[in-house]
Each structure stands twice: as C-alpha cells, then as structure tokens.
C-alpha cells in the first residue's frame, strides 16, 4: 500500500518531464486564414482584408440574408421539430432540393433516377468524401486540377488518396484563360482519369471558360473518358443567374455521361458557418446510383457519422417554398451585382489615376476574387506601407471591398506598380 502511495504522490514531478509531444513542429498558418489572423493583429485603422472569400456589405460587415432569418423563426417557432440524428446521407429534402438546383428540374438524371445526392460538410466536405468514394472505387486514381486553384484541392484530394497533377488554366500574361494549354493537357491526362472543374467563378482567377469553350471541354473529356469532379462553390453568386451559372454543369449531366458535383452552400446562402453542402453522383443508371449511395455511406459513417440538421434545414426550407426563393433569388442577386459593381469601381478608379498596365481583367473576371497580377513583394508592400491584406500571389476578394475603401486600394496598387516599375 505504501508503495502504492508513493508512486502516486510521485507522479506530479512526472507533469513536469518532456511532454509525449514535444518533438511537434509549429505548422505554418493556413495561407488564406492566416492573412486574418494578420490582419486582426493590426492596430491600424485603415487597415482592409481582402483576404477570405466572405461576402461584405458595403458598411464592412457580414451579412445574414433577410430569407435565412426568416427560414430561421420558422423553424424555430416549429415545436414539432426535434435534434434527432440525420440518417448517414442527410436531410432527404435538402438532398433531393440541392440536386434539382445544380442540375435543373428537367435534368434527364434526376427523372431517370440514376442520381445519389448525399449531404455533407460544405463544399470541403463533399470534395472529401467524394475523393475517399474514388480512391475506394474508381480504377483511376489521378485528378487532374488547374493551375492555380484553391488552395485546399491538394490536401482534400490527396489525403483522400488520389494522386494530384494539375493542368494548365490561367494565363498570366493575358491574365485570361490559357485555353489551348488546356486542351492539350487534358488530351495527354491518360484515359479515364479524374479532372476537377470549376462550375462558375473560378477561384482564385475569377476567370472562367466561355459557354462556347465548355462546349470543347465537354467533348474532349468525353472522347478521352475522363470523370468529371465539379466544385461549385459560387452557383448565382458569379452572374446573378442560379441557372447560368449552372450551365456548365449541366451540358455534361445531360449528355449520359457520368459525373461528381461537390456543391456548397456558404457563399449563395451566407451560411459559411453552418457548413452546409452536397455531393451528387450521376450514374448511368438507378441500380449503379443505389449501389453508388450505398458506399458514400461506407465512407461518412467513420468520418463523421452523419451531418449536422440546421444548416440543411435552412436550405430545405427556402428551395422548398416559392416566395421563400424567389426573395433568395432577389437577395442573391444583389450581393452578384455589388461585387460586379466593386469591379468596375476600381476599374475606373485605377484608371483614372492612371496606374500603368491594363486592368481590364478585373471587369473580365467573375466571382468573389480578382487575380489582380500583383506579385509577392507587391502584395507585402501594399501590407506594410497600407495595411492591406491579401494572399500573396495577389488573389484580391471583391466581396471585401467597398466604394469607401476602393480609393485607400486604388493608392495602395498604383504605389506598388510604380515604386517596382
């Protein structure tokens, strides 16, 4: 007993050894959530962070849509609603809602049924999962993604066990598509492989194919027997349009070919934190999408078990409901058209000043960023002499701006070009 004693009153003097843990290195922030925590560590009060990729309003703050709000009380004053777990794959509304807003209601893969849409965490989430379902299942396991894009595809894909390559899309020098660069490296990728595609307002280029180009790009990942991944981050954020931007999507889920899309919520609802998103797979047939469905289930119940309900909720209840949609759709275009307006806006201001280059690329692009062709040490100039934050290879978020600080912008980027000119 009194040896028992002793090794316990000896064990605080143990607290004090080398932790289990003391070889981990410090990891590197995350490249775009660090610009944040940067920019919350200066006391300067002009200081801009156009950094992450959430929407502002024009007074600098986030925004909750009037329609999330409402869905919100809505299902709040519900008393008949409970916190019970979701099933593995989710809400079945919100599944079945996300596919018919990706796809179209007269989409020939959802009357056929050979569609599986499963819930998932976000639009990162449904990467995942959709990258663990084809390392598990899929004979190929290269996914081709361009070059650049967001910088989070890399890790999801390759954690999920696929091995990445990339492709080549944006052409620095005409800070536009590197179209032709795409066609041949996508005509060399070896047969059946994998390639991750934007769906609209491509990040961080903000520079997207035309419907002309997607048409080439349909035929030629079909005549090689390439699988498709699309990352539709932006659907109506991008044009205003939810059908426009969905086009590209579209053309190849109504060929018969088959497909993955990875859709998310944060941006067109404002529910960033909610984590709200959706993988759909269009099969060939409904028996492949069964079985198909059956081991996404494989792969979310170790993952996570199953996903949060309110998010889902939220958007099951505005897709649902004609005047609840029809004032998302109104919300929705609003927020598309400040951010094109914060385009043309610094547009005009740059070239006013008389900034040398041209800056037409930044009416040209589309979405939530801008890929201003600001290098590294202009980006850290522009950091240090003006307190404005972004990520070094000049990626700018438009939904950050605002008519009050384009002029503060517009200083900061003519000092940069002609101080390095």
Known sequence: MDAHNNSISASPASAHA????????????????????????????????????????????????NVVRKAEQLLVNDMSRVKEYLPIVGLADFN??????????????????????????????????????LARHYHERTIYIPLPTWGNHTKVFTLAGLTVKSYRYYDPATRGLNFQGLLEDLSSAPAGAIVLLHACAHNPTGVDPTLEQW????????SRGLLPFFDSAYQGFASGSLDGDAQSVRR?????????????????????????????????????????ESQLKLVIRPMYSNPPIHGASIVATILKDRDL??????????????????RHQLFESLRAKGT????????????????TGLNSEQVAFMTKEYHIYMTSDGRISMAGLSSRTVPHLTEAIHAAVTRAA
């Open 18 to 65: 080398n932790s289990v843990f003391a070889h981990v290195v410090r990891a590197p922030e995350d490249p775009i959530l660090g610009v944040t925590v940067a920019y919350n560590k200066d006391p300067s009060p002009l200081k801009l962070n156009l950094g992450v990729g959430a929407y502002r309003t024009e007074e600098g703050k986030p925004l909750v849509l």
């Open 96 to 133: 079945k809602l996300s596919a018919k807003l990706i796809l179209g209601a007269d989409s020939p893969a959802i009357q056929e049924n050979r569609i599986t849409t499963v819930q998932c965490l976000s639009g990162t989430g449904s990467l995942r999962v959709g990258g663990e379902f």
């Open 325 to 342: 949609f029809n004032e998302w759709t109104v919300e929705l275009k609003a927020m598309a058209d400040r951010i094109i307006s914060m």
């Open 215 to 222: 048409e080439q790009i349909r035929q030629l990942v079909r």
């Open 356 to 371: 040398p280059g041209d800056w037409s690329h930044i009416i040209k692009q589309i979405g939530m960023f801008t890929f």
């Open 252 to 292: 190849f889920a109504a060929d018969g070919g088959e497909c993955l899309i990875a859709q998310s919520y944060a941006k067109n609802m404002g529910l960033y934190g909610e984590r709200v998103g959706a993988l759909s797979i269009v099969c060939k047939n409904a028996d492949v999408a069964s079985k198909v």
